[in-house]
């Protein structure tokens, strides 16, 4: 069974800066495409970013919102995923999900772990 | 980016068949057959229930049902049941970004 776990989500000021992780199993985690999509409080879905399997060169994409701020990376021997996120807005408040991405869709979502950016 | 479009409410009565839709551009759901579809009960994680504009995943019941024609896809549940009631919301690649719709809550009356 597929198992993604999200953790370190916490209050944090505008301005700072958090990393979050989903330890994933049930799965071949090493071949396996990752995202991280976000659900602000009463509002809908939103995509963060991707990273792929492949080792080496460009491996992650991102939403345009947090392109430059977030970073998408990956330890393979942890069959972990982490979201660092930099210079938090107030507007980055939200549930953020970790999930399996394949054939254009998220297969596979965890349980979900609050960020809350406020002064 | 704009999100795709989905109307924010749908009804129907038990049995009764309800179709959603989702509406985007040629850069997205008309330019790639990668739409999926999610259910969401509240307080619960997303649910995929369609991938690949038409295919269902292991263990989702075949009432729902999924299409697409140009730039509009579509969600169909046949059969309503009490907890087909949550929130659908529509997806689409759109070439190295996915896109969401805004959801659409869906009552059973």
């Known amino acids: 069974e597929v198992q993604l776990a999200e953790s370190g989500g916490v209050l944090v000021k505008p301005g700072g800066s958090l990393r979050l992780s989903c330890a994933a199993s049930g799965f071949t985690f090493n071949s396996a495409w990752m995202s991280w999509v976000r659900q602000g409080p009463g509002k809908g879905l939103e995509w963060v970013g991707r990273i792929n399997p492949k080792a080496g060169g460009e491996r992650a994409d991102y939403a345009a919102l947090v392109r430059g701020r977030f970073i998408i990376s990956r330890d393979d021997s942890q069959s972990t995923v982490y979201l660092q996120m930099n210079n938090l807005e107030i507007e980055d408040t939200a549930v953020y999900y970790c999930?399996?991405?394949?054939?254009?869709?998220?297969?596979?979502w965890g349980q979900g772990t609050l960020v809350t950016v406020s002064s | 980016q704009s999100a795709l479009t989905q109307p924010p409410s749908a009804s129907g009565s038990p049995g009764q068949s309800v179709t959603i839709s989702c509406t985007g551009t040629s850069s997205d759901v008309g330019g790639y057959n990668f739409v999926s579809w999610y259910q969401q009960h509240p307080g619960k994680a997303p649910k995929l229930m369609i991938y690949e504009v038409i295919k269902r995943p292991s263990g989702v019941p075949d009432r729902f049902s999924g299409s697409k024609s140009g730039t509009t896809a579509s969600l169909t549940v046949s059969g309503l049941q009490a907890e087909d009631e949550a929130d659908y919301y529509c997806c689409s690649y759109a070439g190295n970004r996915l896109i969401f719709g805004g959801g659409t809550k869906l009552t059973v009356l």
């Open positions: 999930t399996t991405y394949g054939s254009g869709s998220f297969m596979a």
